[in-house]
């Protein structure tokens, strides 16, 4: 099971403080509802297990878990032009003049509101990942925008979580460029064999290494040459790959053969979704704040580190 596959992290601020409870009884008010007629765009909460009626935060080995379901009409643009010059066609014909770019505009919209009710609609689920002991929350989206898209939702039904990325001392950049120039990945790190390197010129060249050696004089040239790391593929302790981005973004994600061997393989689904999850952010809880001290620690010194967490007891087969 996929349960994360793109992670942006955040720091929960010290005075928020919240029960799985409380935040269910805030979700439900945020239900997911589908596209009415006319609408364009709605997003909304939804179980995690993927039950009709089941609950919007699962509480499991001490994390918080919830859905944020967006379904969205798709009209493209080519059928939305094609209706809106029919309309300016008989408008032009009603009016015996050719409609302004004010017209225009409003016609623009009244074709896509007489096309929203026949279009297709595209879904997306998002999860949402909360540590109340740690203070983290993390979000599983395909890029930082789309996260921080999440965040906003989330902290419109919590009334005002405060809640922002979690920063480092060092960019990832130029932690990464770091560690390739020098040879030395950071502790409990591995450097794989993916990278993309940018450069900051008018050129903007980038060059794209997959399946390839990156302890090379070529890599090193290249990053002296003023080449920035943009993507660097990476394993933690051997159990989790992943790749880190400039944003200081983890995508990719990928737990390695070992990681699930406790996993209680013949349990119905309900059992199968707790040890998903129980293992999957036991591992994860340990990742961050290594991946944090690589990266030269938080930046913020009053929000302090997240605590090192007790080993992962091993999950008995159901």
């Known amino acids: 099971m996929a349960l994360f596959k793109n992670l942006t992290v955040y720091r929960i601020g010290p005075e928020w403080s919240g029960s799985a409870t409380q935040i269910e009884e805030r979700l439900a008010t945020a239900r997911f509802a589908e596209c009415g007629a006319t609408q364009a765009l709605s997003a909304g909460w939804v179980p995690p297990r993927g039950h009709a009626h089941g609950a919007l935060v699962e509480s499991i080995a001490g994390q918080w878990l919830a859905t944020l379901m967006v379904e969205q009409k798709l009209l493209p643009s080519s059928v939305v032009k094609r209706?809106?010059?029919?309309?300016?066609?008989?408008?032009?014909?009603?009016?015996?003049?050719?409609?302004?770019?004010?017209?225009?505009?409003?016609l623009k919209e009244q074709?896509?509101?007489?096309?929203?009710?026949?279009?297709f609609t595209k879904r997306a689920t998002f999860?949402?990942?909360?540590d109340p002991k740690r203070r983290l929350l993390i979000v599983d989206a395909s890029s930082p925008a789309r996260a921080g898209d999440v965040v906003t939702h989330l902290v419109k039904v919590l009334d005002g979580l405060p809640v922002a990325p979690l920063q480092t001392a060092l960019s990832a950049t130029t932690a990464m460029a770091g560690w390739l120039s020098g040879g030395e990945p950071p502790p409990a790190f591995s450097v794989d064999r993916e990278c993309e390197l940018k450069s900051d010129d008018e050129q903007k060249s980038v060059v794209r290494y997959a399946r390839h050696r990156l302890d090379t004089d070529e890599v090193r040239q290249h990053i002296g040459d003023?080449?920035?790391?943009?993507?660097?593929?990476?394993?933690?302790?051997?159990r989790v790959s992943f790749v880190l981005t400039d944003a200081g973004q983890i995508k990719k994600l990928d737990f390695l053969d070992g990681v699930f061997d406790a996993h209680p393989g013949r349990a119905d689904a309900d059992a199968a979704f707790d040890a998903d999850v129980a293992i999957a952010t036991g591992e994860l809880v340990q990742l961050i704040p290594d991946l944090v001290d690589a990266l030269g620690g938080e930046a913020d010194p009053t929000a302090g580190a997240p605590p090192r967490p007790e080993p992962l007891p091993e999950l008995k087969a159901a």
């Open 83 to 106: 209706r809106t010059d029919e309309l300016a066609q008989r408008a032009e014909h009603d009016t015996g003049r050719k409609p302004g770019r004010k017209h225009l505009k409003e």
């Open 111 to 119: 074709a896509a509101l007489e096309l929203l009710p026949m279009a």
């Open 127 to 130: 999860r949402v990942w909360l």
């Open 226 to 238: 003023g080449k920035r790391p943009t993507r660097l593929a990476l394993t933690w302790q051997g």
